[in-house]
């Protein structure tokens, strides 16, 4: 068993393995890798004959992002780049701070971001605004998650797998002071931690 774990619930035979912070699973690793699967799909068919650039948004979307590019059925290229809208707190900073750029040229490339949450949206409309001066041909949205809340810009994902209510979560990537990211579910984690 990991490190943390307990066997909290075991029903009709079925045993559930769950992190000791976590109030409850939101989404299992079967759903996560069956909306992965499809969304890679979508993107599959949307880029046939073109040749996009994944670009990762650290460190949360690294879980979702290697999933993800192993569901899409084309001659991708992958690079990182890394924002951060949060500290250590569990709620938004409201400042944005982009500490590596992508290595790889962006003119004239398709590019699909990938997060592992649009919350407000601040850092997406950010790191957009930013990467629009490097001349790329196009930038798509694509997140795990899109949390309930409102947002700072009219700028929807174009790519999505989950909507979520207005609740922190972890895991699949997701953390809470760099904790949980590798968890392999999507969970809710208790109040008592980050209060
Ligand atoms: P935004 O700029 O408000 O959209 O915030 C996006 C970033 O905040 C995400 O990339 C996450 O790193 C972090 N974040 C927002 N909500 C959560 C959450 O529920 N769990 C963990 N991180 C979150
Ligand atoms: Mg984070």
Redesign the pocket.
Known sequence: MKYGHSVFRAQKGMIIIMNNDIERILIDGSALSSAVKALGEKITSDYRGKRPLLIG?L???VVFMTDLMRAIDLDCEIDFMT????GNE?V?SGR?EITKYPDTALAGRDLILI????????????VCEMLWEKAPASIKICTL?D?K?P??SDRAADYKCFD?EN????GYG???AQRYRALPYIGI?KKEIYQ
């Open positions: 948004v460190k949360g979307s924002a951060r809208s949060y569990a938004s944005v997060e592992d949450i649009y919350d407000t949206g601040r850092t997406l409309s950010y998650l949390k809340v947002k700072v979520i609740e922190f979560v972890v997701l953390d809470y984690l």
